[in-house]
């Protein structure tokens, strides 16, 4: 079965620094990776996702991640973050095929600080 | 376009009461799915449908929970009797099933708190 570990279970970090949050996964074939955003109150939104082509995504309000195959890691980076980051963020992982559910990781509360 | 809608957005009952959450999936999307989110337990699949069919109802904790989708446009989530730790946030989320990036639109989500 696929599973998704997210190291980090709380980050706190002052405002502009940077930031990266690791998500490893567990599923030997072709996946599509996904990066979730929860913000206080709030439901869950896409942040960015990768299905194919350049490994390195880029997501809205500037967030970034890339997909490393060799070492089943999608790792979530932003080089500057803002108090308005403070959130929670989910790392997800599907089959290629779509047709599964999603599988969520345990989810990263950020707290940016002034 | 609308997205995903659920109602309530909160509820608070007492231990033992029935409880329904709704749903109505985005139009066109193919697939239903109930999520329950804790601090625990973080983001748990409960149930999930393709084309209004149950295909999945593993993580559905108990026999106390049922889910239903009648039609492509609404699916209903019911505890009964509800317990205190049932408290959480349900989401209910759709997705495409020609979209094979598997991409979900999440719901504002239900939360629920049992006294």
């Known amino acids: 079965a696929q599973s998704v570990s997210q190291h980090n279970h709380h980050v706190i970090l002052s405002e502009a620094a940077s930031l990266e949050l690791g998500c490893n996964y567990s599923?030997?074939?072709?996946?599509?990776l996904f990066w979730y955003v929860q913000y206080p109150g709030q439901h869950l939104q896409l942040l960015l996702k990768y299905f194919s082509g350049d490994p390195l995504v880029k997501g809205i309000k500037g967030f970034e991640a890339e997909f490393i195959k060799s070492k089943f890691s999608f790792n979530l980076r932003k080089p500057s973050v803002q108090w308005s980051d403070t959130a929670e963020y989910f790392c997800?992982?599907?089959?290629?095929?779509?047709?599964?559910?999603?599988?969520f990781g345990k989810g990263t509360r950020l707290s940016v600080i002034a | 376009d609308a997205g995903v809608i659920q109602s309530p957005r909160h509820e608070v009952t007492e231990m033992g009461q029935e409880v329904t959450l709704r749903c109505k999936p985005i139009?066109?999307?193919?697939?239903l799915f109930w999520y329950r989110q804790t601090m625990m337990r973080g983001l748990e699949l409960l149930i999930y449908f393709n084309n209004n069919v149950p295909i999945d109802d593993s993580g559905m904790p108990e026999d106390r929970f049922s889910a239903k989708m009648p039609n492509a446009s609404f699916s209903t989530l019911k505890i009964q009797p509800s317990e205190p730790r049932d408290s959480a946030v349900y989401f209910c989320?759709?997705?495409?099933?020609?979209?094979?990036?598997?991409?979900?639109?999440f719901g504002e989500g239900s939360r629920l708190t049992v006294l």
């Open positions: 997800a992982v599907g089959r290629n095929s779509g047709n599964t559910p999603l599988v």
């Open positions: 599923y030997g074939g072709t996946v599509n």
């Open positions: 989320a759709s997705s495409r099933r020609t979209d094979h990036t598997g991409e979900l639109f």
């Open positions: 139009s066109g999307h193919d697939y």
